[in-house]
Nanobody
Framework: QVQLVESGGGSVQAGGSLRLSCAGSRATVSNYCMGWFRQAPGKEREGVATINSDGITNYANSVKDRFTISRDIVKNTLFLRMNSLKPEDTAMYSC????????????????????WGQGTQVTASS
C-alpha cells in the first residue's frame, strides 16, 4: 500500500514562505504523476501543482510564479516551495499520487489521483 506523509505546514505572515514535504513509501515518486492539492473550509478541493515522471510541471494560475513543485529522487520526497504567501492560500494541503507516468490532459484534476496523504495545514495571515 502506497503511503504519503506530508509535513512542513504552519502559520506565517502574508508575504512569508513555507516548504511542504511529502515523503513516499512503497512507491517511487519520480516514476509517477505527483501533485499538491488544497482545500479551504467551505470550498472545493483545488489542484495547486503537478509534476509528471518527465519533470513536466503544471500550476494553478493563482500560484504561478509563487509556488514551485519539485522532488528529491534520493529521498523519495515531493516538495512544494511556497513564496509570497497570501491569506487566500490558507488551506489544508495534501499530496497525491496518480498511478501513471503522466498527469493527463487535465493535470490538476484530483479525481484521477488514487493515493493521498493526510494533509498539512497552511495558514497565512494578514
Amino acid at each position: 500500500q502506497v503511503q504519503l506523509v506530508e509535513s512542513g505546514g504552519g502559520s506565517v505572515q502574508a508575504g512569508g514562505s513555507l516548504r511542504l514535504s511529502c515523503a513516499g513509501s512503497r512507491a517511487t515518486v519520480s516514476n509517477y504523476c505527483m501533485g499538491w492539492f488544497r482545500q479551504a473550509p467551505g470550498k472545493e478541493r483545488e489542484g495547486v501543482a503537478t509534476i509528471n515522471s518527465d519533470g513536466i510541471t503544471n500550476y494553478a494560475n493563482s500560484v504561478k510564479d509563487r509556488f514551485t513543485i519539485s522532488r528529491d529522487i534520493v529521498k523519495n520526497t515531493l516538495f512544494l516551495r511556497m513564496n509570497s504567501l497570501k491569506p487566500e492560500d490558507t488551506a489544508m494541503y495534501s499530496c497525491a499520487l496518480r498511478e501513471s507516468l503522466y498527469c493527463g490532459v487535465r493535470p490538476l484534476n484530483g479525481a484521477s489521483f488514487g493515493y493521498w496523504g493526510q494533509g498539512t495545514q497552511v495558514t497565512a495571515s494578514s
